[in-house]
């Protein structure tokens, strides 16, 4: 069975602000990039033979330093594991959205509305899981490491899971098995 380490980039400067970046491109920060050698360290012993990451800065640049650091090739990027687009949202921290864009942000909280301008669960989900599909059904060998966003992990955790998941923080990592037909997961790290 293919195994999958599926893990949320490091900070980034907005992530310290609280704020939401969907498809904004931000940068990693220090914190970040010592979160990303910190990630490297931890799965040094774990068999990692490739590392796919979103194609926004901040989770190319999450897997450029883990696979630096394990010696590894430079990580294939997947555009389908970027984050889910947050439209009005972007650059906001929650209390702003909640003060700027009271409707949206209420429709948001209730799950019955994506913002204005962002993207809509089910395409965020649909788009995750035919990403990871695509990798679990192409690496066979050893372990590979995904580097996504926590918004679009989150949701389509749930799905799996079938249950809430709280918010995930950077760094943090869920162990994906498929069976070639159906996903597992559950938090490692």
Known sequence: MPRILLTRHGETTWNALGKLQGHT???????????????ADAFCTVGITAVWTSDLARARQTGEIVAAALGLGAP????????????????LTRAECATQHPEAWRAWLAQTAAPPGGAARELATARMSRALGRIATTHAAGTALVISHGGVMR???MEVLGSTVPLIGNGTTFELEHDGTAFRASRIR
């Open 76 to 91: 294939t990027v997947e555009p389908e594991l970027r984050e889910r687009k947050f439209g009005v949202f972007e650059g």
């Open 25 to 39: 491109d931000i940068e990693l920060n220090d914190a970040g990039r010592g979160q990303a050698r910190a990630l």
């Open 155 to 157: 949701l389509w955790l």
